[in-house]
Structure formats: C-alpha cells, structure tokens
C-alpha cells in the first residue's frame, strides 16, 4: 500500500504531529509505503493508494494527486477556527466537508456531528495515540507550595482562551506560579505569567507536566485537545471548559474539574479548590492515570489507522455530497448576506455622516467669510472721519466729567 | 428521578431551565431561579437572567450571565426535557427577551418588510415548541441571554444581539447574531426561504446545549456546593 498525507506546510503544529506520528507507524510497523507532502513541494510521481488531506486548505490538493482513494484527517471542524470577519475562509472549509471524500476523525462526536450533517458519511474513528514510554513516570502529589499551574495553548489564538485561564489564575486567593507553554512565542511575551515556554519537545513537555500540578486548557474550540490526556499520563488533573472532545476523556471529579465558558471567578474557584486540598488533587491524579490506562497508545492506534486504511480501500471510492454542498452555500449566502446588508447599511449612515461633515464644513467656510466681511467693514468704518470725530469727542466728554 | 437540587421557579422559567424530576423540589440546597421566593429562607443560589441589582430578593450566592459580583457567571440551564422536543413544524417565530425597545423595533422592522414575527414577553417550553425560530431581544452586558440555551436543546434557530460573552457558543455555527433589527429579520428571513440550510446551525446548537443540560449542570451545582465543594465565597 502507497499512501500519502497532505501537509499544508512544515511548520510544528499539534495536528501535522498526529499525521506524522501515523506516517512514521505506517512505514515500520506495517510495511506502508508512506509520504508527508506540503502543498509547496513539487508534482507527484506514481499512484496513492490513499491520499490523505490534514487541513481544509490541503483538500483541494487532493485532486491534483492521482490517488485511488481520498480521506480528510478531520482533526477539527476547521470553518470554527474563524469568525464572522473570515466569510470565506469559513464557506471554503465547510465546503470540504461536502467532497467525494471519506473522513477519518479524531473523535467520537466528529464522527456524529458529521452524520448528522452528511446523510451517509463514512467516517472512521482513529483516536491519536499517546507515547506512553514518554509520557509515563507516575509522579507524587505535592502536599504543600504554591499551586503549580500549567497553562496550554497557542495565546495569538482567541479561541484556544489562555487569556482567560491566566486572568483566572492571577484572580486565585490561594498562592500559585503560572507557566504558559505554546508552541511558538508569538504573542506569548505580553501575557502575564510566572514563565514561558515554547517549543519543547515531546519528553520536555513529559517533564514539565511531571512539574506541575495542575493544567488548565480553557479552549472554546478542539477536535479532541490532546494536552491533556497526554498530562493524564503523568498523573496530571486538569481544569478545562467543556470545549468539543473534553468528553472523550474529562470527567468532573474524577480526573478533571469542568469548568463554564466565561466564569472567572467559578474557574479561580476551581483552582483555589485544588490549592487547598491536595486529598482531591491526589483523587484526581488517581483518576487522570486511569484514564490514561485506557487510552490508545501510538503503536495501537497506527495499528487501527491501518485497518481503517485496509478497509477504506476496499470500499468504493466517496461519492460528494450536492445536497449538503447546497445547503453549506445557501447557509453562509444567507449569513454573507445579512452582513452585507449590514455593511450597506452602516456605509449609508456613513455617507449621510460624510455629507453633513462636509456641509458643516462649507458652513463654516461661509462663517469665515462673513466674519472677514464683517472686520472690514469694521475697520472701514473705524478709519472713516465720522467715526474717529465722533470718538475723539467722547473722550473729550469723558475727560470734562472727570474735572 | 430526584433532582440534585430543589428549585424554586416560575412555571415558565422552570419549564425552560428546571431540573430534571417533578416538581423540582429535590433534598439538594436550594436554587432559585431570577425573584423566586419562598418564605423567609435565603436560596444557597439566587440565578438571575440579568445583570444583579439592588433590589434583588437575598441568597446566600448569587449567578447571572453577567454583572458585579458574582459567584458564578453562566446562563440557565436547559430543561432536559426539551432535549426531547419534537423537530420545529412550520416557521413561526418568536421574539422574546428583557429589552421591550429592542423587541419592538424588530417586530416593526419585520412588519415594514412584510414579515410575519410574534411578540412575546415570556418564554416558556409550549411556546417555544410551538415555534421554529426565537430571537432574543437581550443580552445582559453584552452576554448571551439566560434562557438560550433552552432554544438550542429544543433544536429550535436561535437569533440574538451581538455577544461580548458567548459562553462558547459560536456565531454562525450554533446561533446566529444581529447587529441592527434588520439584520435580524434578514436572518428570519433567510431561515424561512432556506429551513434546510440552517439545519446544521440546530444541530450545532444541540450539541453545544448538551453541557448545559440541566441535570449535568444542577448536579455539579450540588457538589460545588456540597461542604468542601467549590463554595468559595461570593
């Protein structure tokens, strides 16, 4: 078997990790003959079995392959990483979701949200394994000191909410110390904690995760949110939103403690709890390494990854979806239009502010004029002889009073 | 089934964001939802719609989508039961919500566009299971409206003002919002031309209301308050 992932470039992310995590099992473990391209590198020689898009800008790509079968890694529903100001951006990856192709997901609920959304489509669950020789090493809960606080997430991205898990650690009663770990410094310098770090390697994050005592992940959008299973492994709790894929592994109270969308002070609470009782961060900890039991390790789940791929190829190739191409274009035509009328309507109020600025504008060019008028006049008159007689004997008048 | 709390509501408040079992009056500490009252006994939770005010009826801890002060900021939860709703029939549409101003200026916007929208100044769940669509003429300090998520779990097209605080629901994925009255009535519009398309919007939406289920949320709610919980102070 030949396959190949599409990457949209070499740049470290969480989820060109997961496909080359999988493009490195294929090859040693199962004998498949495995490529990592990016949209940059030059035109393909020989025929996929499998080609395997990774991000919806790489989708298109796939075509441009020639390749028996075509599959969308779905690691995200990516038109959710923008906002109502990336329109295209949005349709552009929704619209992915309607080719003649199959979908591996990364979780359970991808999976369902996309039956529900897709009448028919086929879509496998692969949830991406954890180095368990790496992330491993059970670790003892501190009983005492400030609150070691693990912040993860990339701060230049809105939706990951590291700004709101650190204002949440910095309104803790308890004493804690706060370390930020992103995977790029972009932006991380202006964010208000005891310590950065970025760009750690699998056994650093191993390590900085045995040194903590507890991670917050406050995102707003995942597939999965692999941070914090992989903290499971090392006995790590964690604080998190109930962010899509917490419930693939977060349990309240068991392993984690859920938190709401927006709650400061319900976060900070949750924080101050874990600082104050160390028999429930302990409790926790237990629960996290349960979890952690259960969870595919890399090799078991390249190991199902291949069977998906075995079983993918021997299906016939996706058909796409019209319907749902429909409906996805109708959809943001119907919130585009809503926008633009919006625009429209907000340019207008604009133009009609523009026309009264620039009437007041010849108004008060009209003013100055007549005002200049008016001091020349003045001064016309001031320099006639009537007017200097008439003054000369007003002060002459003035001055007899006086004696 | 009992409920981890016992509640004190409105029938209508409570049809929307009760907790699961009937009536609501479980072993747990007390929950009111927005003045309900009952005798002199301080609610362990007061959990107003709105931002708090002076005049508020006393509880020992106060919740609220927004505002001063608060021991915990969310919207209400929902009903379990209207996870259970059958799918909208027809395309009615409701506009509701604690701003009288803004819900007149989209029922007027509505009628000069020829657009048929109903008024109502308390929701509750027969009249949202009567309807397809709600726009929300509220959001307390710019937060999404208490009673929300009630119109998610019940599959229903929810329309509100633009949020400042969303409590992770996303624009355009699970609801839609309005800057200007017409742009809501744009958006009823599009929903009544293309019911199909916005398909995926509910299906978001349910899926997003699934972690404010009210069982899910009350439960939690018990704990945090049980001695030892997350009680904090207010």
């Known amino acids: 078997m030949k396959i190949c992932f599409l990457l949209p470039d070499l740049s470290p992310s969480g989820g060109a990790a997961v496909a080359a995590a999988h493009a490195g099992g294929l090859q040693r473990d199962h004998g498949v003959e495995t490529e990592l391209r990016t949209l940059d590198d030059g035109e393909a020689r020989g025929r996929y079995d499998v080609a395997i898009a990774t991000w919806w800008q790489t989708v298109p790509a796939l075509w441009q392959l020639d390749a028996a079968r075509r599959a969308v890694l779905l690691q995200s529903f990516e038109q959710r990483f923008y906002d109502r100001d990336a329109p295209f951006e949005r349709l552009s990856a929704e619209s992915t979701l309607a080719m003649a192709v199959d979908f591996i997901g990364v979780a359970a609920w991808m999976r369902d949200v996309l039956s529900e959304l897709r009448d028919g489509a086929r879509c496998w669950v692969v949830r991406p394994g954890i180095d368990k020789e790496c992330f491993t090493a059970p670790r003892d809960v501190r009983r005492e000191g400030p609150l070691r606080v693990l912040i993860e997430g990339q701060p230049s991205l809105p939706f990951k909410g590291v700004e709101d898990a650190v204002q949440a650690v910095r309104a803790m009663r308890e004493p804690a110390h706060s370390t930020l770990v992103a995977l790029d410094g972009a932006a991380a310098d202006d964010v208000d904690v005891d310590r950065v770090l970025t760009g750690l390697d699998r056994d650093a994050m191993a390590a900085l995760y045995r040194d903590s005592d507890v991670l917050i992940k406050l995102s707003r959008v995942e597939g999965l949110g692999l941070a914090p299973i992989e903290a499971f492994h090392t006995g790590l709790p964690c604080v998190v939103t109930p962010f899509t894929g917490h419930e693939e592994y977060a349990r309240h109270r068991e392993n984690a403690l859920v938190v709401g969308f927006d709650d400061r002070a319900g976060t900070s609470a949750a924080l101050d709890l874990l600082a104050s009782d160390r028999d429930l961060l302990a409790q926790l900890s237990s629960g996290a390494r349960a979890t952690a039991a259960s969870w595919p390790s890399s090799a078991e789940s390249t190991r199902l990854l291949h069977e998906v791929l075995l079983e993918l190829t ?52 009209d003013c100055r004029d007549m005002l200049e008028d008016a001091r020349a006049e003045l001064d016309r008159i001031q320099g006639s002889v009537p007017y200097r007689l008439g003054r000369a004997a007003k002060q002459a008048g003035r001055a007899l009073r006086r004696r | 089934m009992s409920s981890p709390v016992s509640l004190l509501a409105a029938p209508a408040d409570a049809s929307l964001a009760g907790a699961p079992g009937s009536p609501n009056r479980g072993d747990g500490p007390v929950v009111a939802l927005a003045d309900a009252a009952d005798g002199p006994a301080l609610p362990a939770v007061r959990w107003l719609g709105r931002a708090p005010s002076a005049d508020d009826p006393p509880a020992e801890r106060l919740m609220a989508p927004a505002g001063d002060g608060l021991w915990r900021a969310a919207p209400w939860p929902a009903a379990d039961a209207l ?35 109903e008024q109502v100044e308390q929701l509750d769940a027969g009249r949202l299971a009567g309807a397809a669509c709600v726009v929300f003429a509220d959001s307390p300090s710019g937060a999404l409206p208490a009673r929300a998520f009630a119109v998610l779990a019940a599959r229903r097209v929810l329309i509100v003002p633009r949020l400042e605080t969303a409590f992770g629901l996303e624009d355009g994925l699970d609801h839609v919002q309005f800057a200007a009255p017409d742009e809501a009535v744009t958006l009823v519009e599009a929903y009544r031309r293309t019911p199909e398309a916005f398909a995926r919007i509910t299906a978001w939406g349910r899926l997003k209301a699934e972690a404010q289920r009210a069982s899910v949320v009350y439960g939690r709610l018990a704990e945090d308050l049980r001695p030892h919980g997350l009680a904090g102070r207010t």
């Open chain 1, 314 to 365: 021997a299906a016939a190739p996706a058909r796409a979806d019209d319907a749902l191409l429909a409906r996805t274009l109708a959809l943001h035509a119907d919130l585009g239009r809503g926008r633009i009328q919006q625009a429209a309507s907000t340019e207008r109020a604009l133009t009609v502010a523009q026309d009264l600025v620039h009437e007041l504008s010849l108004s008060r060019e």
């Open chain 2, 83 to 117: 996870f259970e709703l059958d799918a909208a029939v027809g395309s009615r549409c409701l506009v509701a919500g604690a701003d009288p101003e803004l819900r007149e200026a989209v029922v007027e916007r509505a009628a000069a566009r020829g657009a048929a929208l």
